[in-house]
Each structure stands twice: as structure tokens, then as C-alpha cells.
Nanobody, 124 residues
Framework: QVQLTESGGGLVQAGDSLRLTCVLS????????TGWFRQAPGGEREFVAG????????TYGNFVKGRFTISRDNAKIRTYLAMNSLKPEDTATYYC?????????????????WGQGIQVTVSS
């Protein structure tokens, strides 16, 4: 069974940085895209960033505006989301998700496997 585990969240102040990590449990899966999504209380789940299986293609939500960087280490089956210049409006539960296709999608419906989510809270 494919499992994803997120780590690296927490409580920070506005302007601080965090790096989220997503670890895939299944070493036999080699070609997959990873997406990060977030959901604030009372809000809808929104796309944050995505990276294709080679790591050569990335895409970001419009609100990111250069503050976040997604990357991956296929040898360690990990994907990272480096978040800089955090704002209170970035407060949400962040989820990583895996799409076993060869493309790169911003739609949550494209992702078959999801982590449990990790809380990021940014105080003003």
C-alpha cells in the first residue's frame, strides 16, 4: 500500500521559512509526479506546487509568486517544498500527493495517493 508522510510543518512568524518533506513508502514506484496542496479552515483545497517525475518540470499556484520552491530526490523518494517569506494567509494544512502518470497536473483529482497532512501556522 502506498503511503505518504509529511514532515516539517509548525508554527512560525510572518517572514520566516519552512521546508516540508514528503516521503513515499513504496520504493518500487519510480515514475510519479508529486503535488503539494493546502487547505485552510473553511476553505477549499488548493494547489500549491507540483513537480514531474524527472524533476525537470515544475508548476506553482498563482499565489506563490516566487516564494516557494518544490524539488525532489528520487534516490530517497522524497519531495520537498521550501517556503520562504511566509505570510499569515499561508496558514493551512498542507498535503502531499502522488500522481502515477507521466504528466504534471494542478488538479487534485489527478492524484491517487495522499498524505495525512501537516499543519503550517504563520503568526503575524
Amino acid at each position: 500500500q502506498v503511503q505518504l508522510t509529511e514532515s516539517g510543518g509548525g508554527l512560525v512568524q510572518a517572514g520566516d521559512s519552512l521546508r516540508l518533506t514528503c516521503v513515499l513508502s513504496d520504493h518500487t514506484i519510480t515514475r510519479y509526479a508529486t503535488g503539494w496542496f493546502r487547505q485552510a479552515p473553511g476553505g477549499e483545497r488548493e494547489f500549491v506546487a507540483g513537480i514531474n517525475w524527472t524533476g525537470e518540470s515544475t508548476t506553482y499556484g498563482n499565489f506563490v509568486k516566487g516564494r516557494f520552491t518544490i524539488s525532489r530526490d528520487n534516490a530517497k523518494i522524497r519531495t520537498y517544498l521550501a517556503m520562504n517569506s511566509l505570510k499569515p494567509e499561508d496558514t493551512a494544512t498542507y498535503y502531499c500527493a502522488v500522481d502515477l502518470g507521466m504528466g504534471l497536473s494542478t488538479r487534485s483529482s489527478s492524484y491517487a495517493y495522499w498524505g495525512q497532512g501537516i499543519q503550517v501556522t504563520v503568526s503575524s
